[in-house]
């Protein structure tokens, strides 16, 4: 193994990772930041030989039916979960008063208005909450605009190709472009691997929903792929919306939904030992606390970047030279 000799300028480029990534979550620019990742990651993935022009205009398409479809799916959620919900919580709460357990609400209406309680003082207005939106769409758009110009510039190639004499300026940007190549290649390496999972999930969970008629087919489908790009509590989210439709059916279909997705969780186990392999095998509850701590750092897209710093922080760790041992004098 070659390991990489740890410079006063390579020690200042791994405090400037971290600090760009400290940054984004006290600014809230967690969104972003992901956005940037993901959009790189789609035009090299949509690169086709020397015609970048081509790989631009089709990620733009791609870009326009993600928004459409994150659109239609918000708006499919927010017509059909409070139906589902009206439908599940009044046979839940009868068997939790039958069996003596206590709820934190007693009828639908005191979950709604506890639901809609949180919500106030989650976003006070909802203007608050419209403002957010539009601002952290420009954030994206931004973001988008970022990835678009990195890749013109072909990966992190420096501006000019004409040498200059050796000086401190050049050796910090050539360190830290190299944290933030492998911090891509980690993103690449993690979110692909993720992404192609979820794909399969989705397709397997479309075709037990279609089999069975279940309702809400399109919210289901769309929820169990973007649920699948978070590690482990995406799919928890998911099948917990499948189970709760499948109860409103019949208790045959809610067996059946259950059943299968144990099996479609035990898919995932051979799926993920074959597709990300030793890659990225941590212990999951190493994941679970990642998951934990980027959740209440930078919300949503710290759980989504946290298998990726682990994975990143294995990396320049298995670069580094272990540390030599003390002596002791005698």
């Not at 990534?21 to 030989?49: D, E, I, M, N, Q």
């Not at 089709?58 to 059909?80: D, K, M, P, Q, S």
């Not at 005191?110 to 403002?131: M, P, Q, Y």
């Amino acid at each position: 193994m070659r390991w990489v000799l740890v410079t006063p300028v390579a020690r200042f480029s791994y405090f400037f990772i971290v600090a760009v990534l400290v940054l984004a979550g006290l600014t809230h620019l967690g969104t972003p930041l992901v956005a940037v990742f993901f959009s790189y990651f789609a035009l090299r993935k949509l690169r086709f030989g020397r015609k970048r022009w081509l790989s631009i205009v089709l990620f733009i398409i791609l870009v326009t039916l993600v928004l459409y479809g994150a659109g239609f799916l918000i708006r499919e959620a927010v017509i059909a979960l409070p139906k589902i919900a009206g439908e599940v919580v009044p046979p839940v709460i009868a068997y939790a008063q039958e069996h003596g357990f206590e709820l934190p609400f007693s009828d639908w209406d005191t979950l709604k208005t506890s639901i809609l309680d949180t919500v106030r003082d989650e976003f006070l207005l909802v203007g608050n909450f419209a403002r957010s939106a539009s601002r952290q769409l420009v954030f994206v758009l931004i973001a988008i605009v970022v990835a678009v110009s990195l890749f013109i510039r072909s990966s992190f190639e420096p501006l000019t190709a004409v040498p200059t004499a050796p000086n401190l300026f050049t050796a910090v940007t050539d360190e830290i472009r190299a944290r933030f190549q492998l911090f891509y290649q980690s993103f690449e390496t993690v979110m692909g691997a993720q992404i192609l999972i979820s794909a399969i999930n989705t397709v397997l969970t479309a075709v037990f929903v279609v089999a069975i008629s279940l309702k809400y087919i399109p919210l289901v489908v769309g929820l169990t792929f973007f649920c699948g790009l978070l590690p482990i509590v995406g799919n928890l989210i998911s099948n917990s919306v499948i189970v709760g439709i499948a109860s409103t059916e019949s208790f045959r279909a809610a067996i059946a939904a259950l059943v299968f997705l144990v099996l479609l969780h035990k898919l995932e186990y051979f799926l993920n030992s074959k597709i990300i392999g030793g890659r990225i095998k941590n212990p999951m509850w190493l994941t679970l606390l990642a998951l934990v701590v980027g959740e209440r750092f930078m919300g949503i897209p710290g759980m989504i970047l946290a298998p990726v710093v682990l994975h990143y922080i294995k990396v320049e760790t298995s670069r580094l030279p272990p540390p030599e041992p003390r002596r002791t004098a005698i």
